[in-house]
C-alpha cells in the first residue's frame, strides 16, 4: 500500500520564526489533505490540496503530484500554532485516508 | 452549520464489556468514515459507510462493526473490549465516497479501557 513519511518528527520555534513541514508520498494521489492537531484531539483541517498551491492567512500549501510532495509552510508562527500536524492521502478506491506519521510542533513565546 | 459531531466525549468501560459510539455527519453529506488513534500514532482507518453501505474495511477484527442509518448518522460497535482498544476514535463525514472527496472530522471520543 501507499507510504506517507512526513519530515521533520519534532519541531521547536519561538514564536514568530517561520517553519517548513514536507509529506512524502510513496506512489499518485488524486487528494492530499493536511491537518492540525490540537491538543483536545481535535483534527482540524488545513487544506485540501491535490496539486498546487494555497493561502490561507499565514499558512500555505504546495503539493508537486508529479513528484509526490507536498509542502506546508508556516510564517510568523504564534503558541496557538503548537500541535501535530499530519498530511493524509487516499489509500484506495474508496476515501479511506493513509495518514503520514506526523510532525510535532511546539512554539515557545 | 454544524460540524461533525460525535458522542459520548469520554468513555470508560473495563474488558470484556461492549462500546457504542455515535457519529453525526455534516448536513448534506453521505459518507462516514471511522478511525481508530491511538496515543503517539496518526489514526488509522476501521470502515468507511457510503448510502447506508460499507465500502471499506481496515484491518480490525471481528469486533470491530458499524452501520449507517438512513438519516446518515452512524454508529461503530465494539464488543469483547480489550485493553489495547483504548484509544480516540474518530468520525470523519464526506460528501461522497471517492478518493477525491475532502474528509472532515468530529472531535472524537475518548475510549479507556480499564
Known amino acids: 500500500g501507499i507510504q506517507v513519511e512526513q519530515s521533520p518528527p519534532d519541531l521547536i520555534l519561538q514564536e514568530g520564526a517561520n517553519s517548513t513541514l514536507r509529506c512524502n508520498f510513496s506512489d499518485s494521489v488524486n487528494n492530499l489533505q493536511w491537518f492540525h492537531q490540537n491538543p483536545w484531539g481535535q483534527l482540524i483541517n488545513l487544506f485540501y490540496i491535490p496539486s498546487g498551491t494555497k493561502q490561507n492567512g499565514r499558512l500555505s500549501a504546495t503539493t508537486v503530484a508529479t513528484e509526490r510532495y507536498s509542502l506546508l509552510y508556516i510564517s510568523s508562527s504564534q503558541t496557538t500554532d503548537s500541535g501535530v500536524y499530519f498530511c493524509?492521502?487516499?489509500?484506495?478506491?474508496?476515501?479511506?485516508?493513509?495518514f503520514g506519521t506526523g510532525t510535532l510542533l511546539a512554539v515557545q513565546p | 452549520d454544524a460540524g461533525v459531531t460525535q458522542s459520548p466525549t469520554h468513555l470508560i468501560k473495563t474488558r470484556g464489556q461492549h462500546v457504542t459510539l455515535r457519529c453525526s455527519p455534516i448536513?448534506?453529506?453521505?459518507?462516514v468514515s471511522w478511525y481508530q488513534q491511538v496515543l503517539g500514532q496518526g489514526p488509522q482507518f476501521i470502515f468507511q459507510?457510503?448510502?447506508?453501505?460499507?465500502?471499506g474495511r481496515g484491518n480490525f477484527p471481528d469486533r470491530f462493526s458499524a452501520r449507517q442509518f438512513p438519516n446518515y448518522s452512524s454508529e461503530l460497535n465494539v464488543n469483547a473490549l480489550l485493553l489495547g482498544d483504548s484509544a480516540l476514535y474518530l468520525c470523519?463525514?464526506?460528501?461522497?465516497?471517492?478518493?477525491?472527496?475532502?474528509?472532515?472530522f468530529g472531535p472524537g471520543t475518548r475510549l479507556t479501557v480499564l
Open positions: 459507510y457510503y448510502e447506508k453501505e460499507e465500502r
Open positions: 470523519a463525514s464526506s460528501f461522497f465516497a471517492g478518493d477525491s472527496n475532502e474528509q472532515f
Open positions: 493524509a492521502v487516499p489509500g484506495g478506491a474508496t476515501n479511506k485516508l493513509i
Open positions: 448536513s448534506g453529506h453521505k459518507s
